[in-house]
């Protein structure tokens, strides 16, 4: 049985990845810092596939977290497939209010945390020649009024990405980068409502996910925006 390591994968786009994969026949591992959101959403993957979810607390801006997280799924089912590095935050602000806590924060979830997931599973993916995703934004191509910290992070995230595919090409790991626009997710403090209907929703980034994974192995769609068809 394939593999999947989702972190922040508890809700919003990273549950939406979680469930579609689950629907596709994966394992999935998803990790997030809430023990009980995490506990709710393996429940609710595991009554679409039986045993097919576990959850596992960890924090993305701690190595050694990452690297437990790792741990427990080789230990829970031998191998590593697809990795998804989905966790990231948001702090909107001028760069006058900006306080150094939440620059820190942002880069070391939205950048740094993305590296040491990748980091941690490279072992296991090089033996799987597997898969990494790593969820970006539109806002790592377009800037904004207020996104300093937020678009420094995932413009270093989408080139990052693609430095890497360009590492790990020569070992067989496939390498890309989503970069999607409006979603409706519990994202900065928003919570989804049906005003949302416009937007992307998290299952349309999980299909866009399992179509990715199911293309030829010739073929690799290195850097992928989304958006929504019908802006409001």
């Not at 993916?125 to 992070?153: D, E, H, P, R, V």
């Not at 866009?208 to 010739?218: A, F, G, I, K």
Request: glycine share 8%; hydrophobic share 40%.
């Amino acid at each position: 049985m394939k593999t999947a390591l989702i972190t922040g994968g508890s809700k919003g786009i990273g549950f939406g990845i979680a469930v579609e994969l689950v629907q596709d026949g994966y394992a999935v591992a998803i990790t997030g810092r809430e023990p009980n959101q995490l506990k709710l959403s393996v429940d609710e993957l595991n009554t679409l596939k039986p045993d097919h979810a576990i959850g596992i607390k960890a924090d993305v801006r701690d190595f050694a977290d990452q690297q437990e997280a790792v741990n427990q799924v080789l230990q829970k089912w031998g191998n590593l497939d697809v990795l998804i590095a989905n966790a990231g935050i948001g702090h909107f602000s001028s760069i006058e209010n900006l306080s150094d806590e939440q620059w820190h924060e942002t880069i070391d979830t939205n950048l740094t945390g993305v590296y040491y997931s990748i980091k941690a599973c490279l072992p296991a993916l090089k033996k799987s020649k597997g898969y990494i995703i790593t969820i970006a934004s539109l806002a790592g191509t377009n800037f904004f009024a207020n996104g300093s910290a937020y678009n420094a992070s995932k413009f270093g995230l989408v080139g990052f990405t693609q430095a890497v595919m360009l590492d790990l090409r020569p070992f067989g790991i496939k390498v890309s980068t989503i970069m999607p626009g409006s979603v409706a997710t519990y994202f900065n403090q928003h919570t989804p409502s049906p005003e949302d209907a416009w937007k992307i929703q998290p299952e349309d980034i999980g299909q866009l996910v399992v179509d990715m994974l199911h293309m030829n192995p010739r073929t690799l769609p290195s850097k992928i925006e989304v958006r929504p068809s019908m802006p409001k």
